[in-house]
């Protein structure tokens, strides 16, 4: 099975709050990190978390880290049409020479 | 600007080529990547390398061949034997974890191969 775990969609509306869950299964995972894909371009690293940390903000992004339930999540505040894009959750393990495993994507649509 | 460079954008390559996809980056980095990815289906690794002349398989190396002749450089072939060729391919690069702990990538901005 899938290491990492993502839903495929998310859709809101202009202006709300988007939220974007991943779930992990390595309880051994040192750095999870959100990469966000927009159409036809590479990924763009938005942000990571270490460990021991439980939230990390950074402007619009919150990242909150559940280790007892291995739940990863991306809030993204005022929710903007260039949002819109794929979204990326990814960790590493000092057990697999720190290459990360990426999830399958969540793709966010934002509706004016 | 530091930063790594993908070429060709789009390529188109006949059944039973070979072709080769460049990557290019200026920002000192020591390891190298390269993805494949499909709708649906997330990023799978291909080809990795954390050294100048030296490169390990990913979960699908099968009719992909690579190299690292140059810390800047990592080209991917992909070969006649690749049954399923058509696809998005990223390259990436970072930092090793044993230098700085945190392995955030740098992405290129990919490559889209089509077989005709």
């Known amino acids: 099975g899938e290491d990492v775990e993502q839903s495929l969609f998310l859709s809101v509306r202009e202006g709300d709050s988007s939220v974007i869950n991943c779930t992990y299964t390595d309880s051994s995972s040192t750095y999870l990190y959100w990469y966000k894909q927009e159409p036809g371009a590479g990924l763009q690293l938005l942000t990571y978390i270490f460990s021991n940390m439980d939230m990390k903000q950074d402007q619009r992004l919150t990242v909150l880290l559940n280790k007892k339930d291995k739940h990863l999540s991306l809030r993204i505040a005022d929710t903007q049409t260039g949002d819109s894009a794929i979204y990326f959750c990814a960790e590493t393990t000092p057990g697999g020479s720190y290459i990360p495993t990426f999830g399958r994507g969540t793709s966010l649509i934002v509706h004016p | ?116």
């Open chain 2, 1 to 116: 600007d530091g930063g790594i460079t993908q070429s060709p954008k789009y390529l188109f390559r006949k059944e039973g080529q070979n072709v080769t996809l460049s990557c290019e980056q200026n920002l000192n980095h020591d390891a190298m990547y390269w993805y494949r990815q499909d709708p649906g289906q997330g990023l799978r690794l291909i080809y990795y390398s954390q050294i100048v002349n030296d490169f390990q398989k990913g979960d699908i190396a099968e009719g992909y061949s690579v190299s690292r002749e140059k810390k800047e450089s990592f080209p991917l072939t992909v070969t006649s034997a690749q049954k399923n060729p058509t696809a998005f391919y990223l390259c990436a690069s970072s930092i090793p974890s044993t230098r700085t702990g945190n392995y955030g990538y740098t992405f290129g901005s990919g490559t889209r191969l089509t077989v005709v």
